[in-house]
Nanobody, 115 residues
Framework: QVQLVESGGGLVQPGGSLRLSCAAS????????MGWYRQALGKQRELVAR???????NYADSVKGRFTISGDNAKKTVYLQMSSLKPEDTAVYYC?????????WGQGTQVTVSS
């Protein structure tokens, strides 16, 4: 069994910053990569950022230059540093872990950007 534990979500003002963390626990055969997805009200779930085991990253165009993903393979943990936040970043953010056999998901954490 695998569990993903997220932290760092909450309410922040426009232009502010938040740092999300996601730690994986349990027996995992092999990790291909970890990432963050989000789903805003009335919109489809979308990829925000992803990092592979080798450290390669990719980002949604909407967050490039503002968000940074990083990971710790030994700790099976991924981080998302979010800066210059905008109201349109408001969404439920989901942590994802892709193994060689299966995809695992966190429960989701709410990020709200509002004055």
């Amino acid at each position: 069994q695998v569990q993903l534990v997220e932290s760092g979500g909450g309410l922040v003002q426009p232009g502010g910053s938040l740092r999300l963390s996601c730690a994986a626990s349990g027996s995992i055969f092999s990790i291909n990569g970890m990432g963050w997805y989000r789903q805003a009200l009335g919109k489809q779930r979308e990829l925000v950022a992803r990092i592979t085991r080798s450290g390669s990253t990719n980002y949604a165009d909407s967050v490039k230059g503002r968000f940074t993903i990083s990971g710790d393979n030994a700790k099976k943990t991924v981080y998302l540093q979010m800066s210059s936040l905008k109201p349109e970043d408001t969404a439920v953010y989901y942590c994802n872990l892709g193994s060689i056999r299966y995809d695992y998901w966190g429960q989701g954490t709410q990020v709200t950007v509002s004055s």
